[in-house]
DNA sequence: AAACTATCTGTACGAATGTCCAGTAATCTA
DNA sequence: TAGATTACTGGACATTCGTACAGATAGTTT
């Protein structure tokens, strides 16, 4: 059995520690003061170790970006599960996703932000970026009921998440429960088909 | 005269110089990329010229975000004065600016997000980003007329033009404007007063 | 127990980096 | 013309970086 291999196991654990570190050190220094060395102290372990999980600087950001896009992602599931036994409407998720993303998040946050910039330059991790972006604007979508609407609201919530992170401003709960239900008033009241029929999802742009 | 000194002129068209290279290096590579080496490369000057000009490192990238904002500014003050003349909507300037700095502008664009994104953990930027992001709030409350509507529109078509850069899409100008106009449309209908009144600008979050 | 394998580490090396400094050349001032 | 000022340059130095590699350690398999 591979799973329960106990070198294995405990590997799989440092390398996880690893990829916290190296989101704890971008969010205190920036994307530049990641280093192999860094990290290795962040994290507790010796240099070479980073280099053993991960061969090159690259693979480690790459990975990194994917661990905080995975745990992203599942907090969406989670807010889709609430959202299911009704309740719950798209300005209470979006809302508390952005208090969350702007609040005891922030750090996290802002390390996905720069992240995510790095893969512009990088088109081997564009996969990652479109997956999780796809998964937000279906979510969206679910509420709205319209593709191009969707990706609008995520557009525009999104902006002022990063527009708050780059101005160093920290909004009030109410700040943002009043942009999201400014946001979603419009696009709710516009919307086409409020049921949720077998999406075509259309590839242009 | 200080201001005809041949040395002095010189010094400052050379200075302007470096600057332009750095943008185009950032443009390149991404602000890692950003060396002193580098940017005198791409400048054509000798290594230690740009030290010279700006001291240290930092202080050559901060220059770099003025000069960016500045040239923003600029465009932007060529935008009122348009607007001013009549026959021009909010939704023309927007539309007309995402679409240039999505298209013929990305790369400056891009570099002016990476140095925005360093700018939030060198508190000495913040005061540069204040102003431009203040200058584009009042233009925009220049036509809707109320500063909560105007921060929520730029904040939406910052996020939709940063989105696209991240997601390295590039939209058509049909897609630009239809999301322009359904932004600008349902802030417009809100608005509470179209008269330029003297705005008191609140100074809350 | 013995062979094997996966994880981890100390150490090292060439390359690149930020920054300094002693000069040189061009221009202005008196 | 003589001196002062400004822009610019080549070269150097200490530091940090990514990465490789041989060996040590510990868990697994036979």
New interface residues.
């Given amino acids: 059995m591979i799973a329960t291999d106990g070198r294995r196991v405990r590997g799989e654990a440092s390398r996880q520690a690893i990829l916290d570190a190296a989101v704890r050190v971008i969010a205190a ?4 003061s990641v280093t192999h060395r860094t990290v290795a102290a962040e994290a507790g372990v010796s240099t070479a170790s980073t280099t053993y999980h991960f061969a090159t600087l690259d693979d480690l950001l790459q990975a990194t970006l994917s661990s905080l896009s995975a745990t992203g992602v599942a907090r969406l599931a989670q807010a889709v599960e609430l959202s299911e036994s009704g309740a719950f409407t798209l300005a209470d998720a979006a809302t508390t996703f952005l208090i969350e993303e702007l609040g005891p998040n922030r750090d996290a946050f ?1 390390a996905n ?2 992240l ?6 990088r ?1 081997a991790w ?1 996969t990652v ?2 997956n999780t ?1 796809d998964g937000f604007v279906e979510l969206i979508e679910h509420y709205v009921g319209d593709e ?1 609407a969707a990706r ?1 609201i ?10 708050h ?8 709960d109410a ?1 943002c429960r ?2 999201v239900e ?2 979603v008033a ?2 709710d009241v ?1 919307k086409p088909n409020r049921s949720r029929s077998r999406r075509t999802r259309s590839s242009k ?1």
Avoid: C, K, N, W
């Fill in positions: 220094g920036g994307l530049s802002i932000l720069e995510q910039f790095a893969s512009v330059r088109p564009s970026m479109t972006y191009h609008a995520f557009s525009a919530a999104f902006g002022f998440a990063v527009h992170v780059i101005q160093d401003s920290h909004p009030t700040t009043r942009f400014d946001l419009h696009y516009a742009r």
